[in-house]
């Protein structure tokens, strides 16, 4: 039976695409710093990336050499049967377009955030403007459906960025 083994979509970056191999946690840190925008604090980014090793460490697709700072994580034979696969489709699903979608679901997160404010707004209005319900409650109702739409194109981005992160089979 084969196992299913999943990287994360930095991780898969870093280790398939970046063929980082024989590295510290804190040469692996420096990369998705400066190579990417990260929100984290360097601090957080390598406790972040810590976990991700030692997971795929206890996976075995990771072996390591060396103790404290100078520990070093190298690929496993392992890791290179179960993601060489991974090299061909990165032209297809690569970390510039998984990046780009994440930046458009924020973006419309945002939409969506202003849409419930305005909703919030009209239930306002018509507590002040009780005269007017009916032409606020319709303004309200366009605003409602708005915030629909874009909660699904928020869950389509959300699950293509899912797939296109993809899992391994080995």
Do not use: W
């Amino acid at each position: 039976m084969k196992k299913h083994y999943r990287l994360n979509n930095l991780m898969k970056h870093l280790l398939i695409e970046e063929a980082m191999d024989e590295f510290t946690v804190t040469e692996l840190r420096d990369v998705a710093h400066n190579k990417f925008e990260q929100k984290q604090t360097p601090v957080e980014l390598r406790v972040k990336l810590y976990r991700h090793l030692l997971a795929l460490e206890e996976k075995g697709l990771l072996s390591t050499k060396g103790t404290g700072r100078n520990k070093k994580y190298a690929k496993t034979n392992l890791f290179i049967e179960c993601f060489s696969k991974s090299l061909h489709d990165a032209s297809e699903a690569s970390f510039e377009k998984i990046q780009s979608l994440k930046k458009e679901r924020n973006s419309i997160q945002g939409e969506l955030e202003i849409t419930l404010g305005e909703v919030e707004h009209y239930e306002n209005f018509i507590k002040r403007f009780p005269d007017n319900r009916v032409v606020i409650t319709t303004l309200k109702d366009k605003a409602k459906g708005q915030a629909a739409s874009l909660l699904g194109r928020i869950n389509a981005t959300s699950k293509l960025i899912s797939v296109l992160e993809g899992s391994s089979t080995c």
